[in-house]
C-alpha cells in the first residue's frame, strides 16, 4: 500500500526558496495510472491546488503560482519535488503532496502534510 | 482562476441532516463531473468522502452524498453523527488539467 512522505525545511526566510520533496514507500511514483501533486493550506484557511506532474515530466501548475513554481519527478529516488520561489509570508503553510489516479478524477492519497514557515 | 465558495460554517443536531453548497463557474464546477468532497479533521489530512460528483469510496459511510445543479455542488451529511465533526472542503477539475479549492466548511455538531 503505497504511503507519500512530505519532507524538507519547517522554515524558509523572505525571498528565498521553499523546496520539498515527496517519498513514495509502498508503491511506485513511475506508475502510468497516477499524476502526483502538491496543495498547500495556510493556517486557519482552505486547500489551494499548486500543482501536478506526470512520470514522464510533463506538469500542470496553478496559474496564480505559475511564475514561482517549478514541480519535477525523480523516479529513480520514487520522489516528486517542488520549489517555490520568491516566498513571502503569505506561503506560509501546511504543504501535502498527494495521488490523482488517471481513471478516477480525485485527490485520492494524501501525505500527513508538512508546515512551512516564511519568516526571518 | 477563482476559488470556489463554501460556506464558513454549518451546525446540526445529532440526526439531523445538513447541506453544504459549493459555488463555482461555468468553467469549473458546471462543466465537469470531477466534483470531490474532503473531510479534514484537525491536524490531520484531508480524507476523501465524494468524488466524480456522488461516488463514495469504499469504507465511507453512505450518510454522506452528493449532487450538482449547474454551478453549484452540494454535499449532504444524513444521521449527523458527533464524529461527523471536522471541516468539509470541495474540489473541482477546472480544465487543463488544473483544479481548484474552495474555501472550507466548518460543520459543528451541536
Known amino acids: 500500500q503505497l504511503q507519500l512522505q512530505e519532507s524538507g525545511p519547517g522554515l524558509v526566510k523572505p525571498s528565498e526558496t521553499l523546496s520539498l520533496t515527496c517519498t513514495g514507500s509502498g508503491g511506485s511514483i513511475s506508475s502510468t495510472s497516477y499524476y502526483w501533486g502538491w496543495i498547500r493550506q495556510p493556517p486557519g484557511r482552505g486547500l489551494e491546488w499548486i500543482g501536478s506532474v506526470y512520470y514522464s515530466g510533463t506538469t500542470f501548475y496553478n496559474p496564480s503560482l505559475k511564475s514561482r513554481v517549478a514541480i519535477s519527478v525523480d523516479t529513480s529516488k520514487n520522489q516528486f519535488s517542488l520549489q517555490l520561489k520568491s516566498v513571502t509570508a503569505a506561503d506560509t503553510a501546511v504543504f501535502y503532496c498527494?495521488?490523482?489516479?488517471?481513471?478516477?478524477?480525485?485527490?485520492?492519497?494524501w501525505g500527513q502534510g508538512t508546515m512551512v514557515t516564511v519568516s526571518s | 482562476q477563482s476559488a470556489l465558495t463554501q460556506p464558513a460554517s454549518v451546525s446540526g443536531s445529532p440526526g439531523q441532516s445538513i447541506t453544504i453548497s459549493c459555488t463555482g463557474t461555468?468553467?469549473?464546477?458546471?462543466?465537469?463531473?470531477?466534483v470531490s468532497w474532503f473531510q479534514q479533521h484537525p491536524g490531520k489530512a484531508p480524507k476523501v468522502i465524494i468524488y466524480e460528483g456522488n461516488k463514495r469510496p469504499s469504507g465511507v459511510s453512505n450518510r454522506f452524498s452528493g449532487s450538482k445543479s449547474g454551478n453549484t455542488a452540494s454535499l449532504t451529511i444524513s444521521g449527523l453523527q458527533a464524529e461527523d465533526e471536522a471541516e468539509y472542503h470541495c474540489c473541482s477539475y477546472a480544465g487543463s488539467g488544473t483544479w481548484v479549492f474552495g474555501g472550507g466548511t466548518k460543520l459543528t455538531v451541536l
Open positions: 498527494a495521488r490523482l489516479p488517471t481513471t478516477h478524477q480525485v485527490w485520492d492519497l
Open positions: 461555468s468553467s469549473d464546477v458546471g462543466s465537469y463531473n470531477f
